[in-house]
């Protein structure tokens, strides 16, 4: 059940799942699963029934884990601060996100103590929220795992370096991020600097006559062929048909001689055309 029970736990329909034997039926032992739900089913069952949710109607007698008795009293009783000032709600949901996680008990309300832990935590990410909750989130989850149980309560987030080890994280995928589009711009400029290539071969091959074309192949064929001796003996082509493979080749090479190079280029193209150049000449 562990496998279908994840995704609810972790889309927030549900808090926390709990098992304890059912009386067996024709000698056949059997379980009674608990569900707790998650803040995400409370806030759609107040969506449409148009009233408060109350965890007393769907919490078990026994969904608390084990050694966490009386954790949800203690976090459930506000005190008078609070029922006064109030607090931001973002301050809530982290306390309350925290407490839930960590102990897999549905809160309705939490003391000012919490209340003061999760804004000293909120005020340690500079305000922002979504580090805050990433960082609780974590420290929820190492606490569960924990043989230590640390961290029991959210003063841990700022104890254990949470808050560092998310910024760390973050620092680290912004860079990875960084590096992405730094080879991606890279890649365009090279595409765009082989096109421009391409373009100036291209009208200088076709600016040779036949006769001019002819004279560029034969001066150049021994050389082209001589560098390319072992690829045309694992072949064992003709002279005709090394000649056909070759003569394209050649003519671009021919077509991209004296090409600056793709960083000299990339110079040139920070220097504005003049006013009567078209886009076809700023290529040229």
Known sequence: MAAVHRPHIA???VAHVAYR?????DGVLDWIIHYVPGLRA??????????????????????VPRGCEGIRRTFAAP????????????VRSLAIGFLEKRYGVPVIKVAAGHLRQAQAVLDACGG???MAVTAVDLAAKEGRQSRAGFPK??????????IERVRAARAKENRRRDADEQRVREQARRDRYEVWCRRRAEKRIRALSSEARRRVIDERLPAFTEGFRFFFQL???????IRIWAEPRILTRYGREGEPTLDA???LRDVPPTRSSGPDEALQ
């Open 128 to 130: 922002d929220h979504a």
């Open 42 to 63: 409370r806030a759609e069952f107040e969506r449409f029934n148009g009233k408060r949710f109350q965890p007393e109607w769907a919490v078990p007698k026994r969904p």
């Open 21 to 25: 034997p059912a009386p067996p039926l």
């Open 265 to 267: 280029w990339s110079k």
């Open 153 to 162: 309560h959210l003063g841990g987030v700022l104890e254990g370096g949470f």
């Open 11 to 13: 889309s927030g329909y």
């Open 235 to 241: 072949r064992s082509w003709s002279d005709e048909r």
């Open 79 to 90: 005190s008078s601060g609070e029922r006064q000032t109030g607090a931001p709600a973002t």
